[in-house]
């Protein structure tokens, strides 16, 4: 019914920055909030950030100062815009969305990750 599409993701020295786009498609009435999640090897998954439909936003303590979430309802995106990178942001990230569709209410749903490595 919905797809998550991840990209952006890649290797990139420490310091340097990336921006991860992800969209949504199919058979989409309203798109809530959407957030980005990342779960690094051996770890638990964490909430990064998450933009709601107003556009207010929230992040995790760890990347505040160096992340920055925006969206684009038009185009049905969300946006993450990560600078100053660390090794220890490396993870899979996963685009998250609470989407309402002709057959479901508020459904949850999640894209397939893309890999950021951060590494000298």
């Known amino acids: 019914q919905v797809q998550l599409v991840e990209s952006g993701g890649g290797l990139v020295q420490p310091g340097g920055s990336l921006r991860l786009s992800c969209a949504a498609s199919g058979s989409i009435l309203r798109i809530y909030t959407m957030a980005w999640y990342r779960q690094a090897p051996g770890k638990q998954r964490e909430l990064v950030a998450l933009?709601?439909?107003?556009?207010?936003?929230n992040l995790a303590d760890s990347v505040k100062g160096r992340f920055t979430i925006s969206r684009d309802n038009a185009k049905n995106t969300v946006y993450l815009q990560m600078n100053s990178l660390k090794p220890e942001d490396t993870a899979v990230y996963y685009c998250?969305?609470?989407?309402?569709?002709?057959?479901?209410?508020?459904?949850?749903?999640w894209g397939q990750g893309t890999q950021v490595t951060v590494s000298s």
């Open positions: 998250n969305a609470g989407v309402d569709t002709r057959y479901t209410l508020r459904g949850d749903y």
């Open positions: 933009i709601t439909s107003e556009g207010r936003t």
